[in-house]
Every structure is written in structure tokens, then in C-alpha cells.
């Protein structure tokens, strides 16, 4: 019995969740109601706050649960860039997420958005993920990874803007093979044994 | 008499579209009329297809006046990209036209957008911009021209996305330093005599 409850409970979580997202995408987050995610998910309006707390608790479980979805698609956390991790870093730009993102930077840019700090936690969660993945001995002398997994981060966030306005005017292929002439094996990348 | 009445009508079109400008950049293409514009402007709503014919020609008359601010900020057509040329294009960071491109990129990745041939061609008009100061040979070998210009462009428009929502977290300055170290002076810098 709990344990059916639990089922429930959960998944009327999760159908929230995926209505929420659609609806941010589609129309924003403020002008998306607790009527309208009741309505496409079919469950009662009531429970949006018992899961969630208030609209913000609600944004938040949206934004984690793409996240996921995103790092998901990441190599493991296995320090190799510049080769095969970066190509996967690069298809990132592909995200049917960045819809949800685009237009959510829309409104945490606005003066006084109540959902900027939350869609900061969005862009440090993904530089997070990158970082993680560039050993720091890997980069050409002089490139930090700090600022270089902002520079990726923000490659990959405004390539995917240009191609998906104008997908026939932006070669991906082409993109891919400059970000990996831009950086040419660096030393230590075979140089991998000692832990860092 | 006749010079005053020209006056008066560059006037009204320069008033309009800061007008629309500052209201698409608040409140989206969309969720604008001509009614807010018009207020916003003190000139009769009348007025506005008079001079923009329709509301795209008036997003088009916006979309280029925010350009031509930007191209103003970029270094003439020197051919002289990733020294100093390259610095002022990284400045673009901190545009304010960035927050109105920002509103609309949101409508026009919308299924279905008005405008987003527009928002393409805003896009268009940037690499073009970018290309044409950066010359072929000035790039280490195996990286495209247009392919770079794709993300540098992509670049400072995701860069300028981190910068906005947190400020605190992106070091513009070490951004600009690693961008430098990923073009480090490529052949034929020095080689500038002979013409393209």
C-alpha cells in the first residue's frame, strides 16, 4: 500500500514536472498559471503546491530535472578533453532543453526577476559539469579553466542561439572541427597516469 | 519649410523606435502594441505604419538601429583580428542592445515566429561584421573563417547570457585573456602587405 502510494506520488511529480517544462518553453515562466500545468498534466491544482512548496520550488525541480537530462548526455567525468569529450560538449547545442533555457533567459534578464538567482544556478551547474571534465593540465599554457569553461559554456549557449534561428546558415561539422584546431593537443594530455 | 517638415519626420521615426525599442527589450515583439509605443513616444499611433509601413517593418527599423549601434563600437575594416579588433568584439559583452536581442531570440526560436527571419538576419549581419575584420590568413591553420566566426559570435552572445544572470561568477577580463591564448599569432600576421 505505502509503496503504491510512493508510486503515485512520484509520478504525479514527474507528469507535473514534464507539464511545467512544456509550458515554460512554450509561453514563459511568468505567464504560465498553476491552472495551466494542472490542466495539460491532469492532476489537481492543489498538489502543485504540496510538491513544490510555490512556483519557484516548482521552476527549480524543472530546471534540475533538464539539467539531468543534459549531463545525462555528458562523457563520464573522465578529465579528457580536448578529444571525444569535447565533441560531445559541442552536441550540446542540439539540446531540445534550450528552448526551456532560452526563454527563461528572456525573463531572468528583466530588472528585478524573481527567477535570475535560480537560472545563475542553472549556468554554474553546467560550467560545474564541463569543469569537471578539463583537467586543468590538459589546456594550452595561459588558458584558466575557470574562464575557459565560460567561454564553452557560452560557445555552445550562442551557437545553439545562431543555428536554431537559422539552422541552414550554421555548419555544426565546421564548428566542431574549429573548436578542435583552436585547441591542439596540449601537453600533460598524455601524461594522465599521476592523479591530480 | 520643407527642411523643417523633414526634420520633424526623422524626429518622429528616431523617436518611435527608441520607443519600441525600450518596450519590445521590457515586454517582448508580441505583448507590444502600437497603443504602448505610441504613448511611450508622445506621437500619434497613426503615425506608426506611416513610417514602418507594419509592426515587422518597425522590428526591422529597431533591429538595424541597435546594429548600427553595435557596428559602431567595432573597429573599422582594418583586417586585423586576434589583437586589439579581437578585444572590442569581446567588448560586445557588455552591450546594452544585448537584453532587446535577448527578449526577441526568446519569441523568435517560438514554433511558428514572425520573427524569426528577422532575428536570422541580426544574426547574418554580426558574422558578416565580425568576418570581415577577421582576414583568412590571420587564423591558425585548419580553422575555417566562417566556422570561427560562427563561435566568436556564438561566443560572446553565450558569454554575455552567463555575464548578465551573474555578473559575479564570470571574469570578463580572463575571458578576453583566454580567448588570446587560443590564437596565439598565427601565420601570416606579419604578412600583411600583399592585399586579399
Not at 537530462?69 to 560538449?89: K, M, W
Not at 584558466?144 to 551557437?159: M, R
Request: aromatic content about 6%; hydrophobic content about 45%.
Amino acid at each position: 500500500m505505502a509503496t503504491r502510494r510512493i508510486e503515485r506520488t512520484q509520478e504525479s511529480r514527474r507528469v507535473l514536472v514534464t507539464a511545467a517544462a512544456e509550458l515554460f518553453a512554450e509561453k514563459g515562466y511568468r505567464q504560465t498559471s498553476f491552472v495551466d500545468i494542472a490542466d495539460k498534466a491532469g492532476i489537481s491544482r492543489g498538489s502543485i503546491p504540496w510538491h513544490f512548496g510555490n512556483k519557484l520550488g516548482l521552476l527549480e525541480a524543472v530546471v534540475d530535472d533538464q539539467l539531468q537530462a543534459v549531463l545525462a548526455g555528458l562523457p563520464p567525468r573522465q578529465g579528457e578533453l580536448p578529444g571525444d569529450s569535447l565533441d560531445q560538449v559541442v552536441d550540446f547545442i542540439r539540446l531540445p532543453a534550450a528552448r526551456l533555457f532560452i526563454t527563461l533567459l528572456a525573463e531572468a534578464v528583466e530588472v528585478g526577476s524573481p527567477i535570475r538567482e535560480h537560472y545563475a544556478r542553472l549556468h554554474a551547474m553546467l560550467r560545474q559539469a564541463v569543469r569537471a571534465r578539463i583537467p586543468a593540465e590538459s589546456l594550452p599554457p595561459g588558458v584558466a579553466c575557470e574562464a575557459f569553461t565560460v567561454l564553452l559554456v557560452g560557445a555552445v549557449i550562442g551557437v545553439h542561439a545562431q543555428w536554431r534561428v537559422a539552422p541552414e546558415a550554421v555548419d555544426l561539422e565546421a564548428v566542431r572541427a574549429t573548436i578542435r584546431a583552436l585547441l591542439p593537443a596540449a601537453p600533460g594530455r598524455d601524461d594522465r597516469e599521476r592523479e591530480v
